[in-house]
């Protein structure tokens, strides 16, 4: 079945600093990603890529129609929410990860609980600024297979590197291929991802991971560029 090809969905904010530049900035990711689409659609395992904006009123359904797409077909998924991203403190103390979307600002750490019954097949990854940071509470509310985000201030370039690489590293795990073990092929992905070569971009990006209950932080305090 068509279906079953589908292997990652990608919602993405505009990069613009403010309302103004809505229409004048014309950064995206959504080249980089097409162009690995077509790389993986060469081999024996094609993986089909979805790719649409990322809407505060919407991203919710968006990710249930996805996993719904997905869900008879038996190997991983990947979730990429990218947008600019901060962590602020609410009146109680607490800190809420919060992502900039089209429509306005989207509350990630209270919104991904409506979801976190669906997520045991899939790899989320939080490509924002600051986000990541202590991604263990993050994975308890989402319930997902594995997550990956940056705790640093990041570019979106170097960002979107790291991502696209580990993409591919899951390609090479079979993590994308029908009956594997994809929570191994997900381990081994991102084990390679904090190893040589890709270590310094890790540490550089302030890469964090959790796996199941695993959790790891790689960070770099003596560069940061802005997300």
């Given amino acids: 079945m068509v279906r079953s090809q589908y292997g990652v969905l990608i919602l993405e904010g505009n990069w613009g600093e403010d309302e103004t530049a809505y229409l004048t900035d014309s950064r ?46 038996d190997r991983g998924t990947v979730i990429i929410l990218s947008a600019h991203g901060s962590r602020r403190k609410t009146k109680t103390g607490k800190k809420r990860r919060v992502l900039q979307a089209l429509d306005g600002k989207l509350n990630l750490s209270l919104q991904i609980k409506d979801i976190g019954d669906i997520l045991g097949k899939t790899i989320m990854v939080l490509d924002s600024c600051e986000i990541g940071e202590r991604l263990g509470l993050f994975q308890r509310a989402a319930k997902a297979l594995a997550v990956i985000g940056f705790s640093e201030d990041v570019g979106w370039v170097e960002s979107a590197v790291f991502i696209l690489a580990f993409l591919d590293k899951l390609d090479d795990y079979k993590y994308f291929s029908n009956k594997t073990d994809i929570r191994h092929a997900a381990t081994e992905a991102i084990k390679a991802m904090w190893s040589p070569p890709y270590k310094s971009l890790a540490e550089h990006l302030g890469a964090e991971k959790v796996i199941g209950n695993e959790t790891d932080r790689v960070i770099d305090r003596s560069r940061k560029t802005t997300r």
């Fill in 28 to 73: 995206s990711t959504s080249r980089l990603y097409a162009a690995l689409e077509d790389l993986l659609s060469l081999g024996s395992r094609p993986v089909k890529f979805i790719q649409r904006p990322l809407l505060a009123g919407h991203f919710v359904e968006d990710i249930r129609n996805f996993v719904s797409l997905t869900k008879d077909q």
